[in-house]
C-alpha cells in the first residue's frame, strides 16, 4: 500500500468514541491511531509495563494526560488507584484532586516513601493471592479483591542511582 499524505501531527481525543473501541480491556491504553485512521490500543493488565519516551516537544506529556484520563473515565475510583511521582512538578498536578489519585509527590523522599508503600502493598497482594490459590487479583473472590493500582513516574532518571531508591 502507498500512502500519499503523512501521519496528523494531531489527533483529537474524544473519549466517546476511544471507549467502544477499548471496551474490551481491563485497564485499556490507547497509543494513537495508524494510518488507516484505526486505534493502536493495548491491555495494561496482559502488558503490565509502560514507557513513554521521545524527544522534547514530541507529545508525551499530552500522551501521558490522555492515558491516565481514559483509565479513569473507564474504571471507578474504587476499581483503579494511581500513585503518581512528579520530579519536576509539572506533569501530574493537574491529577491532585482526582479521587483515583492516591497521591501525588515531588520530592525524593516522598517518591522513596510512595514506592515503599506501593512495594509493601504489592507483597500484601501476593499473600493474598498465594492464599486463595489463584494466580492473579483478578481471580480473587470479590470481597477480597483490590482495586488495580497503577504507579505513574515522570523522569524516572532522576531517581535512579539513588541506594534507598534502588533497594526498592
Known amino acids: 500500500t502507498l500512502f500519499m499524505k503523512q501521519l496528523p501531527t494531531e489527533i483529537e481525543y474524544n473519549f466517546k468514541e476511544i471507549k467502544n473501541v477499548v471496551a474490551k480491556h481491563k485497564l485499556p491504553i490507547v497509543c494513537g491511531q495508524d494510518k488507516y485512521g484505526r486505534w493502536a490500543h493495548f491491555c495494561l493488565t496482559e ?26 473515565l473507564m474504571k471507578s475510583p474504587d476499581e483503579l488507584h494511581f500513585y503518581l511521582a512528579d520530579w519536576k512538578q509539572a506533569e501530574f498536578h493537574m491529577f491532585k484532586k482526582v479521587q483515583h489519585v492516591k497521591c501525588v509527590v515531588s520530592q525524593k523522599h516522598h517518591i522513596i516513601k510512595m514506592l515503599a508503600f506501593v512495594r509493601d502493598e504489592m507483597k500484601r497482594r501476593g499473600d493474598l493471592v498465594e492464599t486463595f490459590g489463584v494466580n492473579h487479583i483478578d481471580k480473587l473472590p470479590k470481597a477480597h479483591r483490590p482495586p488495580y493500582i497503577i504507579v505513574g513516574i515522570d523522569e524516572i532518571a532522576m531517581i535512579r542511582g539513588d541506594e534507598t531508591a534502588d533497594e526498592l
Open 47 to 72: 502488558h503490565p509495563h509502560l514507557l513513554v519516551a521521545g524527544e522534547t516537544g514530541s507529545g508525551k506529556s499530552t500522551q501521558l494526560r490522555s492515558i491516565i484520563s481514559t483509565l479513569m
